[in-house]
């Protein structure tokens, strides 16, 4: 766990890991083609695998990006599953799939505000949800700008 307090709109790692638990828990049970994945490719054992192997911020940068994966596909599903979702996510414990959207569109809004990335975490972050498939309402300004943000970052020099 890391040892800052969370931002108001930034979930702690135990909040991102009981939500990928409980979504996928509900994608196995409406989904039965989800239960003969290969140990690799079960999200829940690699959460636990993941947990073993590496540090603390590579693991939240994984389960970030696997929180906004799942997300991305949650947002296409008909309102009845999401209904349906969200009854599970509260019955686990689950931070809300509304709260899980909520914080990463404050987090992307943040950045994109501010104009620069202020931190590694922060670009593997708006890295990875450009990459997934969770940036579709972004317009093309905000796509462009935050590509050229995420350029500069990596070509800043390192002190």
């Known amino acids: 766990m890391s040892s800052h307090s969370p931002a108001p709109n930034e979930l702690t790692l135990d ?3 009981s939500f990928i638990v409980a979504a996928w828990t509900y994608m196995r049970r409406e989904n039965p083609a989800f239960t003969d994945l290969p140990a690799e490719a079960d999200p829940i054992l690699s959460l636990a695998r993941l947990e073993k192997q590496v540090s ?3 693991l939240k940068q994984a389960v970030i990006q696997a929180a906004i994966d799942l997300i991305a596909l949650f947002k ?8 349906r979702l969200e009854k599970h996510l509260s019955a686990e ?8 959207l909520d914080n ?3 987090r992307i809004d943040d950045i994109l505000q501010r104009g620069k990335i202020g931190s590694v975490s922060e670009f593997y ?6 990459d997934g498939e969770g940036n579709a309402g ?4 905000a796509k462009k700008a935050a590509h050229s943000m995420l350029e500069e970052f990596k070509n800043r020099p390192l002190d």
């Open 93 to 100: 414990g689950a931070p809300s799939l509304a709260r899980m």
């Open 15 to 17: 909040q991102l890991r």
């Open 138 to 141: 972004f317009s093309s300004d």
């Open 76 to 83: 296409r599903m008909p309102a009845e599953h999401i209904a």
């Open 104 to 106: 990463t569109q404050s």
């Open 56 to 58: 603390t911020s590579r």
């Open 125 to 130: 972050f708006l890295r990875d949800y450009l």
